[in-house]
């Protein structure tokens, strides 16, 4: 079983940066893709970027794209998201996923395991 734990959430003022973590434990996630959705109140859960097995293929939300980078160490076990300039219409719960497929993954049915989420707040 494929257990995943967010860190690095927390409070920051708009035009900022968080760098969230993804630890994967139960098994080496290293010939999957790994994806980061998000959560606000109210709405439905987004896809916000992905990463397939060996980072060599990266794919963004429009409404981030160019803010956010996506990485992964698989030495590690472990995926990043960068989030940079930072708005206040990216507060969510943001999540860890990852996918049985080495591909990229957009569509959150791709993926198999989740992580409970962290928190991100970004004040205006």
């Known amino acids: 079983q494929v257990h995943l734990v967010e860190s690095g959430g927390g409070l920051v003022q708009a035009g900022g940066s968080l760098r969230l973590s993804c630890v994967a434990s139960g098994r080496s996630l290293s010939a999957n893709a790994m994806g980061w959705f998000r959560q606000a109140p109210g709405k439905e859960r987004e896809f916000v970027a992905t990463?397939?097995?060996?980072?060599?293929?990266?794919w963004f939300a429009d409404s981030v794209k160019g803010r956010f980078t996506i990485s992964r160490d698989n030495t590690k076990n472990t995926a990043y998201l960068q989030m940079n300039n930072l708005r206040p219409e990216d507060t969510a719960v943001y999540l860890c996923a990852a996918s049985s497929r080495y591909a990229s993954a957009l569509a959150s049915r791709l993926y198999d395991y989740w992580g409970q989420g962290t928190q991100v707040t970004v004040s205006s």
């Open positions: 990463i397939n097995w060996n980072g060599g293929s990266t």
